[in-house]
């Protein structure tokens, strides 16, 4: 199973409108994705469900996690790395069978020019350290409001060529 984590929980985000491209795509070519937007998760998950706690809330969450095989993590830049709610969410999953040995495709945005780059290298050594397999095809999209239409797709030429690259790469991997 592939599920698609849009890594902010900022609501009615661009990163949402990229997830949900990327899930379409997928479905496109045949293989269907869930999609996992941080603005669900519980609001006291740093209460709740760090170090070896587990509430009810969560368990749904991380049911979700267990079962997946792929993951796409669609990240937005903060503050020059990645939102620390994706952190958050790594942290509160039970380690290190949630990740261990699975597999990840890593996307960046930003409002500016270089498209998360730290972000998407910050959290590739996340990913390294829990054993999580990243596809060597990692893509930054800067200026991302300029990139999607008035429906929240993407329309640019290069950036289609590049995401249907690294789709397609993804459903190989």
Do not use: W
Request: net charge positive; aromatic share 10%.
């Amino acid at each position: 199973m592939i599920t698609i984590i849009a890594a902010t929980n900022r609501p009615n985000s661009n990163t949402l409108k990229v997830a949900k491209y990327y899930q379409q795509q997928l479905k496109l070519k045949g293989s269907d994705a869930k999609l996992f937007s941080l603005e669900h998760l519980p609001a006291d998950v740093l209460n709740t469900d760090m170090y070896g706690k587990r509430s009810v809330a969560f368990q749904k969450i991380q049911d979700l996690i267990s079962s997946t095989e792929k993951f796409i993590f669609i990240m937005p830049e903060y503050n020059g790395s990645y939102p620390g709610v994706l952190k958050v969410l790594v942290d509160a999953c039970n380690y290190p069978d949630s990740f261990y040995d699975k597999k990840a495709a890593l996307v960046g945005v930003s409002s500016g020019k270089y498209g998360n780059i730290r972000g998407v290298d910050h959290f590739t050594g996340v990913c390294h350290y829990v054993h999580l397999h990243v596809l060597p095809l990692r893509l930054h999209i800067p200026n991302i409001k300029q990139e999607l239409d008035e429906n929240g797709n993407l329309f640019k030429e290069d950036t289609l060529k590049f995401t249907d690259e690294q789709i397609d790469k993804f459903i190989k991997f």
